[in-house]
């Protein structure tokens, strides 16, 4: 085996255990919600038990109305209507809430997509994964990651918008460079593979303090 091989596959090693270790973390603050939803759970029937042993009804249908407007406020389940990019999207947002990073997405996908799940869950998942990691390197107050997904015709858009603590990036030879330092940036180069492999358009555009990457793909729709 040639070098150039082995350092290829030593980084598609690395880039593997990246994901690994990221989807670990997703299911680990998946599993730390489920443990608050239950804890909280057994408290607010505690507190109802507790106004219904008085028979208070009059605060039991108040602490109700608390409690519907609190899961409005915190239900972040994305619904586009294709289960591979929920799937995706939720997880994704879940691991950004954790590190105190706010998502804004809107997404409906109505159709079957000719698009296999693999390239899906790589294409939102490494998009999902450079805007966290820019936005950490930001204060608090002033992180956003804005994503918007839709059909226009017969092609899947993509939108994703993130702030950065960095001015207007310049490109060179035609791309950005990865900040990451030596040996990352394969998840965009997965990404252009990807989008050239279905024929599709990408464009990279950065901005004083933001970050947008604008993806389509044809979709074989009858």
């Given at each position: 085996?040639?070098?150039?091989?082995?350092?290829?596959?030593?980084?598609?090693?690395?880039?593997?255990?990246?994901?690994?270790?990221?989807?670990?973390?997703?299911?680990?603050?998946?599993?730390?919600?489920?443990?608050?939803?239950?804890?909280?759970?057994?408290?607010?029937?505690?507190?109802?038990k507790?106004?219904?042993?008085?028979?208070?009804?009059?605060?039991?249908?108040?602490?109700?109305?608390?409690?519907?407007?609190?899961?409005?406020?915190?239900?972040?389940?994305?619904?586009?209507?294709?289960k591979?990019?929920?799937?995706?999207?939720?997880?994704?947002?879940?691991?950004?809430?954790?590190?105190?990073?706010?998502?804004?997405?809107?997404?409906?996908?109505?159709v079957?997509?000719?698009?296999s799940?693999?390239?899906?869950?790589?294409?939102?998942?490494?998009?999902?994964?450079?805007?966290?990691?820019?936005?950490l390197?930001?204060?608090?107050?002033?992180?956003?990651?804005?994503?918007?997904?839709?059909?226009?015709?017969?092609?899947?858009?993509?939108?994703?918008?993130?702030?950065?603590?960095?001015?207007?990036?310049?490109?060179?030879?035609?791309?950005?460079?990865?900040?990451?330092?030596?040996?990352?940036?394969?998840?965009?180069?997965?990404?252009?593979?990807?989008?050239?492999?279905?024929?599709?358009?990408?464009?990279?555009n950065?901005?004083?303090?933001?970050?947008?990457t604008?993806?389509?793909?044809?979709?074989?729709?009858s």
């Amino acid at each position: 085996m040639s070098f150039f091989s082995k350092q290829i596959n030593q980084r598609i090693s690395a880039y593997q255990q990246e994901l690994i270790a990221t989807h670990y973390a997703e299911v680990e603050n998946m599993y730390k919600k489920m443990r608050g939803w239950r804890h909280d759970y057994r408290n607010h029937i505690q507190t109802m038990k507790a106004y219904a042993a008085k028979g208070d009804w009059a605060a039991i249908c108040e602490y109700l109305e608390k409690l519907d407007t609190d899961l409005s406020t915190v239900d972040t389940v994305i619904k586009t209507g294709n289960k591979m990019t929920d799937a995706i999207m939720n997880s994704k947002i879940s691991l950004a809430h954790a590190k105190n990073i706010p998502v804004k997405a809107n997404a409906d996908i109505p159709v079957a997509l000719t698009i296999s799940e693999l390239d899906l869950c790589v294409i939102i998942g490494n998009l999902f994964d450079n805007a966290i990691e820019a936005s950490l390197l930001l204060p608090e107050e002033k992180r956003m990651i804005r994503v918007y997904m839709d059909m226009k015709n017969t092609q899947l858009y993509m939108s994703f918008t993130n702030f950065t603590a960095v001015g207007k990036q310049k490109k060179s030879g035609g791309i950005f460079k990865t900040t990451k330092g030596e040996g990352h940036g394969f998840g965009l180069v997965r990404i252009d593979e990807i989008v050239a492999r279905y024929g599709g358009y990408l464009s990279r555009n950065s901005e004083e303090g933001a970050f947008t990457t604008e993806i389509l793909l044809p979709q074989n729709i009858s």
